[in-house]
């Protein structure tokens, strides 16, 4: 009878235990975000696009000319998944906006800025590019 | 029976630890998703640093890009600038960009951001480290600009582009060494025209660094371009200037240094970002 006892007891921890550890890996792997639509990775790609559009000088470009075209190619070409606008503001004023085609954030996940100087004739002017973005 | 409950422990713990190891993942990982602190804009004093060291680059329309060549123990560091500024009020626009970091930027970041430049609007000179060399201007029009050299440097190679037609080279305060000197000198300049200069007859030689030498160069119907090498008055040996009036010039200066640290560009300009100070790094090569 002890024997039994034994066994009987052993499988009721056993069960206790795989329970808790089912529960246990279901709930960290509910907290597990694939890298696809990993915030971390849209914000660094927000901040590499408005770093090479300003050491590029299009950015610059596009706060002279109010031609976005360029803005409008480097927003279309980041991954499918990422919906992201830039808006540029001279001062605090903004003076431009470029939704990547097709997607607007209701709620923008992240938020990057950075600021710039548009050089034209003779004078500067002080501007900022404020990257917005989120999954589709 | 005692072996199988030696198994049931051995398994337990090792479960335990495959769960220890997930979790600690997840957390090295940040959990994957943003804070409402992070979710706000410009998230670190480094970026900030990076950001305004880049909006300066463009003030001075200074590009710069250095390669190691560790086996020739030698450094190439290049300055790609042009003299003098193209702004009307240089000054003016500075104040206005350090004030809009100060204020308008700070504000929209959400950060505390502070510039000292009380030294940079002085003496517009950015220094080149470990090899004690300074670049720099007069002031912020930028119309004179200065190397103050070191002996490391053992070559510039100097390529202008200017605006204006020269009609006229003055060479007479310049002498080229007929051995070799500790410095050697390149130039290929053009001007408007596309015509190449000479300096007496010569595009590179050797001259003495420790005397000083000028030449000048007259445009139609107006413009001068100065250039002085060797050992200039409050600068010492090695250096080298120019002095642009009434004319652009695209000017790419490359160094040869003698060594094989890798160079630190930095301008006297204390930036801090809430807590965190540093002075502005321009370029790390």
């Known amino acids: ?136 | 029976m005692k072996r199988g409950f030696v198994y049931a422990v051995i398994f337990t713990a090792l479960f335990l630890m495959l769960l220890m190891v997930a979790r600690i993942y997840l957390l090295s990982e940040g959990s994957m998703g943003l804070s409402k602190a992070e979710k706000g804009s410009v998230d670190s004093a480094g970026l900030v640093m990076a950001d305004l060291s880049q909006d300066l680059l463009h003030f001075l329309d200074l590009g710069i890009e250095s390669k190691t060549l560790p086996a020739a123990s030698r450094v190439n560091l290049t300055f790609h600038n042009t003299i003098p500024s193209e702004l009307t009020y240089p000054g003016t626009e500075f104040g206005e960009w350090t004030a809009f970091v100060e204020n308008d930027f700070s504000e929209k970041t959400n950060l505390n951001i502070s510039m000292n430049y009380v030294d940079f609007q002085l003496r517009p000179t950015i220094t080149v480290s470990p090899y004690n060399i300074t670049y720099g201007y007069s002031a912020l029009d930028r119309r004179r600009l200065v190397i103050n050299g070191s002996s490391a440097i053992t070559n510039y190679s100097i390529v202008m582009r200017l605006s204006s037609n020269i009609n006229e080279t003055n060479a007479s305060n310049w002498s080229w060494s007929a051995t070799p000197t500790p410095l050697f000198i390149a130039f290929d300049i053009e001007d408007s025209e596309g015509e190449r200069i000479l300096i007496n007859g010569q595009e590179a030689g050797y001259i003495d660094p420790s005397t000083y030498n000028s030449f000048v160069l007259s445009g139609t119907p107006s413009g001068r371009m100065v250039v002085e090498a060797g050992s200039l008055p409050g600068y010492g040996n090695h250096s080298l200037a120019f002095n642009a009036s009434d004319l652009r010039a695209r000017i790419d200066t490359t160094l040869l240094l003698n060594g094989t640290d890798g160079v630190t560009v930095f301008a006297p300009i204390w930036v801090a970002v809430n807590e965190q100070q540093s002075n502005l790094i321009l370029f790390r090569g």
């Open chain 1, 1 to 136: 009878m002890s024997r039994g006892f034994i066994l009987t007891t052993d499988s009721v921890i056993a069960v206790i235990l795989s329970v808790f550890i089912a529960v246990s890996v279901l709930t960290i792997s509910s907290h597990f975000v694939y890298p696809r639509d990993d915030p971390h990775a849209l914000r660094e790609a927000g901040r590499d696009l408005l770093a090479s559009l300003e050491a590029s000088g299009e950015l610059e470009e596009a706060a002279i000319s109010g031609n976005n075209e360029a803005l409008l190619r480097a927003l279309n070409s980041l991954p499918p998944t990422y919906c992201a606008s830039i808006q540029i503001f001279k001062n605090t004023a903004p003076v431009m906006q470029v939704n990547r085609t097709g997607c607007t954030c209701e709620n923008e996940l992240v938020i990057y800025q950075r600021t710039f100087l548009a050089i034209s004739d003779g004078s500067q002017r002080e501007m900022f590019a404020r990257f917005g973005g989120c999954f589709t």
